[in-house]
């Protein structure tokens, strides 16, 4: 079998792996890409948040994104039964970039990763890892485009795979979520929204009027058209007709405010659907491998918070890889895991007191204390590692007083 030596291979080019590889690339560490599919593909996950921008310009790709022509996002707004919020992105505790883009992700990763290339990064679409040996240095199987076989040898492996999670299938890294099971239906429909009074630069986040653990997001492409989609738990939506564009439309009807602003909306292309997507793993690493995006944890959609993840784990696994081949001493478990672990952990207690209903009502809540609506206002937009704000520090703590107070 033909093998080649490389010093990282990364699985897959969605945004954490064609951005990790740009990153080491700056340091001339040789990296080889391999992406099952061919670019561009559809993905889920299409709203970004303004910190995600800083490891996007970091990795020199930001002009090429910004001449994309993606539709510009400043913040965030949430209704609930006549009850509505914004959060401008520019006024937040966390000093920073305060805008980003609601991005059809086909074209976005597509950019991200042809950037990658330009810089000089290798990738080869349309291979497949199917298999890692880890008992001496790194060892991946990997099928070619007519699906011959060959290996390639590395010092290091990324596994950016996405819900794909190929490492931690095939080093039984996987555990169960501590979140619940929840289900995801979209489409991306034609909105011709009317109405002057909707902002196109936010997205759109209404929770169902009888059952608050239900929401919709809408995110407002630059071509008129909108990404639409409702979460639920499996068991709310069986009561839904079985087509995906049938129960979209029937839930927007149910909720007064979506169906004002979408009266006039079609629904021309098809839909998809995401079940129990939440998921963990034992460990996000070793002195062999790490994960980085959704091959490692992902949480819920409810704050857009995977693709600011999934760039925040590039950046950190490719800081610590460039220490470790500059020879000087690195902690995975430590520069890697724990720092990646403290944003995360903080959208966690966000993504549970969404759920349990605490945060709903601090965020809706109609007389906000500025200074602690410019904090939450941090975390929404992304900056969820700085460890200058008490809600990234103390999140379960701070939510629970704040939510208290507004009862
Ligand atoms: P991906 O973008 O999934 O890329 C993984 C790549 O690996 C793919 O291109 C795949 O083809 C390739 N691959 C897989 N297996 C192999 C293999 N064996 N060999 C080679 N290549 C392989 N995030 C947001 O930021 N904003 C949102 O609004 C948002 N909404 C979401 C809504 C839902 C319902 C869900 C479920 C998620 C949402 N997310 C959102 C999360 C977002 O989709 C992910 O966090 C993000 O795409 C992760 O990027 P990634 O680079 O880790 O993986």
Not at 38 to 56: D, K, Y
Request: one cysteine or more; aromatic letters at 10%; a negative charge.
């Amino acid at each position: 079998m033909k093998k080649q030596i490389t010093q990282v291979v990364i699985i897959g080019a969605g945004p954490s792996g064609a951005v990790a590889a740009a990153l080491l690339d700056q340091h001339n560490i040789k990296v080889i890409v391999i992406e099952k599919m061919l670019f561009p593909r559809f993905s889920i996950g299409e709203s970004l948040l303004p910190a995600c921008m800083e490891v996007i310009e970091q990795a020199n790709m930001l002009d090429a994104v910004k001449k994309g022509n993606f539709q510009l996002k400043n913040g965030a707004a949430f209704h609930h039964d006549g009850r509505y919020t914004e959060f401008d992105f520019n006024d937040k505790f966390t000093p920073g970039i305060g805008e980003t883009y609601q991005v059809q992700r086909a074209g976005f990763d597509k950019i991200l990763a042809d950037q990658a290339q330009f810089q000089g990064v290798d990738i080869y679409y349309q291979h497949q890892v199917i298999d890692l040996n880890l008992e001496n240095q790194p060892l991946l199987t990997v099928l070619d485009e007519d699906q011959q076989p060959y290996q390639i040898s590395a010092d290091f492996v990324l596994d950016a795979s996405g819900f794909a999670r190929v490492l931690p299938k095939l080093l039984d890294l996987e555990v169960p979520s501590t979140l619940p099971a929840r289900k995801a239906i979209f489409t991306h429909i034609e909105d011709n929204i009317s109405s002057t009074a909707f902002d196109r630069d936010k997205i759109l986040i209404s929770v169902h009027p009888d059952d608050p653990e239900v929401w919709y997001w809408l995110i407002p492409f630059s071509n008129g058209s909108c990404s639409l989609g409702v979460v639920a738990k499996a068991d709310f939506l069986e009561n839904y007709p079985q087509d995906n564009i049938q129960a979209l439309k029937l839930l927007v009807n149910e909720e007064a405010n979506l169906k004002e602003i979408l009266a006039n909306a079609l629904y021309p292309h098809p839909s998809g659907e995401i079940i129990g997507y939440s998921a963990n793993v034992k460990q996000l690493c070793s002195d062999k491998f790490a994960l980085l995006g959704n091959a490692g944890e992902f949480l819920d959609p409810i704050f857009s918070s995977g693709v600011t993840i999934a760039l925040k784990s590039a950046q950190f696994a490719s800081e610590t890889l460039v220490k470790q081949f500059n020879g000087e001493k690195v902690d995975w478990q430590k520069d890697y895991q724990e720092r990646l672990m403290v944003g995360v952990n903080t959208f966690r207690c966000y993504v549970e007191g969404w759920y349990t209903g605490e945060l709903q009502r601090v965020i809706l809540h109609p007389n906000p204390d500025p200074k602690i609506k410019q904090m939450i206002c941090a975390i929404l937009a992304g900056y969820a590692w700085d460890i200058n704000n008490p809600f990234v520090t103390q999140p379960y703590r701070r939510l629970k007083a704040v939510a208290e107070f507004c009862k």
